[in-house]
Nanobody
């Protein structure tokens, strides 16, 4: 069955960095665009970044442009999100998504 397993979340101080990873299985990973979403308490889930199936194009939410970088490794069936210059407002549960499939999420907390 399809599995998307996120890892790499945690507590980080403002200005710090984290790298999230999502390991995919159960489908042909290289055929699908991949996305990262996040959901903060009391807010709707929002798109953070997307990458095409080949990795040739990426898109970002305005709030993370220049700070976050999405990448993928089709040989390893993984998609990553490098998050730099983190802000308290980046605090959320981050989810990996492919087509209609979601991971379980990983918590990112930015606080001093």
């Amino acid at each position: 069955q399809v599995q998307l397993v996120e890892s790499g979340g945690g507590l980080v101080q403002p200005g710090g960095s984290l790298r999230l990873s999502c390991a995919a299985s159960g489908f042909t990973f290289s055929n699908y665009p991949m996305s990262w979403f996040r959901q903060a308490p009391g807010k709707e889930r929002e798109l953070v970044a997307s990458i095409t199936s080949t990795g040739g194009a990426t898109t970002y939410a305005d709030s993370v442009k220049g700070r976050f970088t999405i990448s993928r490794d089709n040989a390893k069936n993984t998609v990553s999100l490098q998050m730099n210059s983190l802000k308290p407002e980046d605090t959320a549960v981050y989810y990996c998504k492919a087509f209609a499939w979601w991971g379980q999420g990983t918590q990112v907390t930015v606080s001093s």
